[in-house]
């Protein structure tokens, strides 16, 4: 029973030991946690920076105003921030965040469509940018192994009420034992009843 | 009934176990590229001073890419190392710094007091960095001669890791 015990104990050790082993690699200091304004692609560096997003044609309509508003809110809350621990790119306040944000938002100005980014990001940081894995091969493990799990725990719990000893049907009366009767019959003796 | 729940208690536990042990081999925070063996992202960028930089201009001999920023540790650690470095392959080899998440006047405060090992790049909006899938600085990209990315080193590159993987991209030829 020890060892199920000291569980929790060694995982939380375990997965803090984990986290401490990280590379000597820098961040910069994330600004403070405030919604950082998201601007729209600035127009002078046309012909600088990534040559070809290699993805072809937009496939979708250029987005502008509120639906490109909600719409990079909705690609960011997919997309994994890569400099923080389990946030998303539309809840993280870190540089890279807000410069993934405004790629997000130029892209999808651009006509490109929301699965075309992800698929864009998730070329260059692979699938560990999604914060959802795409439910195909292995990762469909993550949606049946609980439900596998759950299943298995039930069953186990209706093995276990099935064998246990079911209880004796309601005890013998003091009239139909007759050992239990010599004993009140003592008890009444000695108390004088 | 208690060594059946000791049994099954093992069970459970012992994979969970294992596999935390086998974790602690890999360093979390270093995922390979999906980059490694692709087409390196071509981009057009200018220098300090102005001048553009085309990497597709650079096709015909390796390349190195140092993501790299005044503010990082790390790459102040390194910086000896790239300048030795990009002396030792002069003419052989490209060095190219991408500057991440830093202000240019701080870069060049930066390389007047420590010399520079190769130009440094400006990427005011971090596309490049994205589109190389960058968490940090520093990362280095070595890409060979037909610009297809051939490894990528997260934190100070060593003489080592360096001599190591340009020389093995110049035997290829």
């Given amino acids: ?193 | 009934m208690n060594r059946k729940v000791l049994l099954f208690g093992t069970l459970l536990v012992a994979p969970l176990l294992i596999f935390l042990a086998l974790s602690f081999r890999f360093n979390p925070n270093l995922i390979d590229s999906p980059l490694i063996g692709k087409p390196a992202p071509a981009f057009t960028l200018r220098d300090l001073d102005g001048e553009v930089v085309r990497l597709r201009d650079l096709a015909g001999r390796p390349v190195v890419i140092n993501f790299w920023a005044t503010w990082c540790q790390p790459c102040i650690v390194e910086h000896p190392v790239l300048i030795s470095g990009a002396r030792r392959y002069s003419g052989r080899v490209t060095f190219l710094g991408v500057v991440y998440q830093d202000r240019p006047e701080l870069i060049r405060q930066f390389l007047r007091e420590r010399g520079a090992w190769g130009p440094s790049l400006l990427d005011p909006d971090n596309g490049v960095a994205l589109a190389y899938g960058v968490y940090g600085a520093p990362e280095t990209f070595f890409i060979d001669a037909a610009g297809v990315i051939a490894e990528k080193v997260t934190g100070p590159v060593s003489p080592g890791q360096l001599d190591r993987i340009l020389g093995g991209l110049l035997a290829r030829g």
Avoid: H
């Fill in chain 1, 1 to 193: 029973m020890t060892g199920v015990r000291a569980t929790p104990v060694l995982l939380v050790a375990a997965l803090g030991l984990a986290q401490a082993a990280a590379g000597a690699q820098a961040q910069p200091e994330a600004p403070p946690p405030v919604e950082a304004p998201v601007a729209d692609p600035a127009p002078a560096a046309v012909g600088f920076g990534v040559e070809d997003l290699l993805l072809g044609e937009p496939a979708g309509t250029p987005l502008s105003g509120e639906e490109l508003d909600r719409a990079t809110e909705q690609v960011a809350a997919k997309m994994r921030c890569p400099v923080c621990q389990g946030l998303s790119v539309a809840d993280s306040p870190t540089d890279s965040a807000i410069a993934m944000k405004r790629e997000v938002r130029r892209m999808l100005s651009e006509g490109y469509t929301p699965e075309q980014v992800l698929s864009y990001f998730e070329r260059s940081y692979g699938e560990f940018i999604r914060l959802a894995p795409k439910p195909e091969g292995l990762n469909l493990l993550v949606w049946i192994a609980p439900v596998l799990a759950l299943a298995a725990g039930a069953g186990l719990v209706a093995l276990y009420f099935r064998r246990r000893p079911r209880p004796r049907a309601a005890a013998a009366s003091p009239a139909e034992d007759p050992e239990l009767e010599a004993y009140r019959e003592r008890v009444r003796r000695e108390v004088g009843t």
